[in-house]
């Protein structure tokens, strides 16, 4: 398509009518998806009005959805997940993006091969295995953002996102392989073998060059985050970047006379996850939201525009003229009847394996098996099909193209209309939704904070004169009888047995989290340390949430499996990384010094608290703990200096010197808000800052 300002000023109007349908979605509770898809659908007419013909300028091609959206949609889920979390559910994630998705798309394959017949289509099995590897790929925007909205447990969006995004990348490849036997006409033994090697290399090579990618670009952003805005050119051309070098590789490198080929949705997913897990925390922390919110927006402008012109798509199939229409109907059960068998057999006896642990709740399969709705990648995959594969059935003679496209509009349309639609209600109805105790628990502390806070800042506003007398007053009153409802919620949430000690650690561990990763955007520790105070904080906080009854701040060590693969590279790199290092060590000790004493300078300030939120004892009980842990590695922490005092003496002086700067930029920023110095003047401070730093 030839960029001129037709086409241009299309994409700005359709942004807009996005836009609106976003608060008509707000206004009406239908899903934001739905309503962009309606719109779609009425462009077209619309543009055969004089005036607006040009909405139908823009259209979806495989091009603009491959190599443009896609990357985008995939990177900005694969962004915000936590490796961690994910790793925690590898196992059942990795059971849904493989197993699940092989179930699906060989039930969906022998059922149209079956079936189809009955109403005069014929469609032999190559052909049906290449749709239903299509449509076995479920789209994690439009599923999250519902799980968001209706509020699905944590665990559950994280195993529906994690097999969403690596299905997404199985699915191609499947759709790949497929496509290249259905076009050789023959499916044997060696080609179903062949094709198996293929899928198994595709995968795990797409996976490894992310993970390489990741991680060159997530130290490239750590050497350059001292200039913000390499580090953050870095870290936005990271998708494309990996989606295309991926692609260029898979059609031009052969290694031994074997072409190598990558998928390049895994490739995305995987190194988007390292950069939004490692290299994330290397930027300042305005940059860090900026980043957030920049992927989040691009993500929504993709999103948005996929949706509407899935809907001018569909339009413009001509659908009852070939008698499509009971094929089309008939699939679109096919696929539910599908996604239910790949679910329930196949999570049933990963359950009996997990019991009791990591076992996934019956309610949650039913979300899995309904919640399965199509998206961008489904129509990607059907319009890459060659046009000029023919078929000739009773009922239709034309392009296999044109046929599993409307099979795939068609099961887009049901997902986003049924599906979507009956989401919310089917959670409210299994009682997804609801908090579980701890949850509530926090959810009871967090509102008699923020309530006595607020009372504190009315009773201020009074005696300074800000609000008249009757106002404060008003307020004040209206601010205490909230305060008191949440406290008495809160009291008797702490009275049941771990419940307030809970509530109280991930509190504390909140305050060590933020303080941590102050200290590594200072540079007052490095890379490894910050990994792994980090993984202690993770677990600590894991366990809290759990449940567990232990209040136990020091556990050991642990990695997650991109840290595994990272330790390797140095390994094989001998590069040296020793945790027992002195200058290591004491950066390390020192380190949890500091969280140690930030959250009990926090605990002391809510046992000050004219009416503490959380019962003193409690407070008392958890400082006593940290006091105890803060002077074991103080303790530690001497025995270091005292074996390498010259080296713990430049440190001390370095770190101090990074803890001033922090600072000065701190008291700067400040100033630069109020518009107190210039932006000149702004920039050549901070400048002057740091080289003194540097001298010190």
């Known amino acids: 398509m030839e960029l001129s300002l037709v086409p241009v000023l299309t994409v700005f109007i359709l942004l807009a009518l996005s836009g609106a349908a976003y608060f008509a979605a707000n206004k009406t509770g239908i899903p934001h998806t739905v309503i962009l898809v309606v719109l779609g659908v009425f462009l077209i007419p619309l543009s055969h009005v004089s005036g607006f013909g040009y909405l139908d300028t823009f259209r979806l091609t495989p091009e603009l959805l491959f190599y443009i959206f896609l990357p985008t949609l995939i990177f900005e889920s694969a962004f915000n997940m936590n490796i961690r979390r994910l790793s925690a559910d590898a196992v059942p994630v990795a059971i849904l993006s493989i197993v699940s998705l092989l179930v699906s798309a060989f039930v969906v394959a022998g059922a149209i091969w079956l079936i189809l017949p009955l109403v005069g289509l014929p469609l032999s099995f190559p052909i049906a295995f290449v749709f239903g590897a299509l449509i076995s790929a479920t789209d994690p925007v439009a599923v999250l953002a519902l799980f968001k909205e209706y509020g699905a447990p944590r665990r559950l969006a994280m195993i529906f996102e994690g097999e969403s995004l690596f299905n997404d990348g199985t699915s191609f490849a499947l759709f790949l392989i497929a496509i290249e036997i259905a076009v050789k006409g023959t499916f044997s033994t060696g080609t179903l073998l062949e094709g198996t090697l293929s899928f198994v290399l595709m995968i795990v090579g797409g996976a490894l060059f992310g993970l390489i990618l990741g991680g060159l670009f997530s130290k490239a952003i750590g050497y350059a985050k001292s200039n913000e805005s390499v580090a953050i050119t870095l870290m936005l051309v990271l998708a494309h970047t990996t989606f295309l070098l991926s692609e260029f590789v898979s059609e031009h490198v052969v290694i031994a006379g074997f072409p190598v080929h990558l998928s390049s949705i895994i490739a995305t997913t995987i190194a988007a996850m390292v950069v939004g897990n490692y290299g994330r925390a290397k930027l300042p922390q305005h940059a860090e939201a900026f980043i957030e919110h920049f992927w989040g927006q691009i993500a929504f402008f993709a999103n948005s525009l996929v949706f509407i012109l899935i809907g001018t798509l569909a339009v413009s199939l001509p659908l009852n003229s070939h008698g499509l229409i009971l094929p089309i109907l008939l699939v679109i059960l096919i696929v539910v009847v599908a996604r239910a068998l790949s679910i329930y057999p196949v999570v049933g006896a990963w359950n009996r394996l997990a019991e009791p642990f990591g076992a996934i709740p019956l309610a949650w399969q039913h979300l899995l098996a309904w919640g399965s709705l199509r998206g961008a990648l489904a129509v990607t995959m059907a319009l890459l099909i060659p046009t000029d594969w023919m078929i000739s059935t009773p009922v239709y003679t034309g392009s296999v193209h044109d046929v599993l496209l409307a099979f795939t509009t068609g099961c887009i ?8 639609t009956t989401i919310g209600p089917m959670m409210r109805h299994l009682k997804v939704d609801r908090l579980n105790p701890l949850e509530q628990a926090e959810h009871d502390v967090a509102r008699a904070h923020i309530y006595a806070n607020v009372t504190a800042h009315i009773d201020s506003f009074g005696t300074k004169g800000y609000l008249p007398k009757a106002v404060a007053k008003n307020l004040h009153d209206r601010y205490a009888e909230r305060f008191a409802e949440s406290k008495t919620a809160c009291d008797e949430a702490c009275l049941q047995t771990g419940l307030g000690n809970a509530a109280l650690r ?8 933020q303080a941590l990763s102050t200290l590594y955007r200072y540079g007052e520790i490095d890379e490894p340390v910050y990994k792994r105070i980090l993984d202690k904080l993770t677990i600590r906080l894991e366990h809290a949430e759990a449940g567990y009854s232990s209040s136990e701040i020091h556990l050991a060590f642990d990695r ?11 390994r094989v790199l001998r590069t040296k990384m020793n945790p027992s290092e002195p200058r290591t060590s004491y950066m390390y000790y020192r380190a949890l010094s500091i969280l140690a004493s ?10 000050k608290m004219h009416d503490p ?9 958890t400082i006593a703990v940290y006091e105890t842990f803060r002077g074991h590695t103080l303790e530690t922490l001497r025995a270091v200096e005292k074996t390498n005092a010259e080296l713990a003496s430049e440190l001390s002086r370095d770190l ?33 800052l740091a080289e003194e730093a540097t001298r010190a």
């Open 413 to 420: 349309f049901a997902t986003l209309f049924v599906k979507a």
């Open 506 to 513: 991930i509190w504390a561990i909140g305050v060590e989290k």
């Open 560 to 570: 997650d499996i991109f840290e595994w693969f990272a330790l390797q590279a140095r």
């Open 598 to 607: 930030k959250a009990i300078k926090e605990l002391q300030t809510l046992k």
């Open 613 to 621: 939120v959380f019962p003193a004892a409690l407070i008392e009980e």
């Open 656 to 688: 101090a010197g990074r803890a001033v700067l922090k600072v000065e930029e701190r008291i700067l920023d400040e100033f630069y808000d109020r518009e107190a110095v210039t932006p000149k003047v702004y920039l050549g401070l901070r400048t002057e």
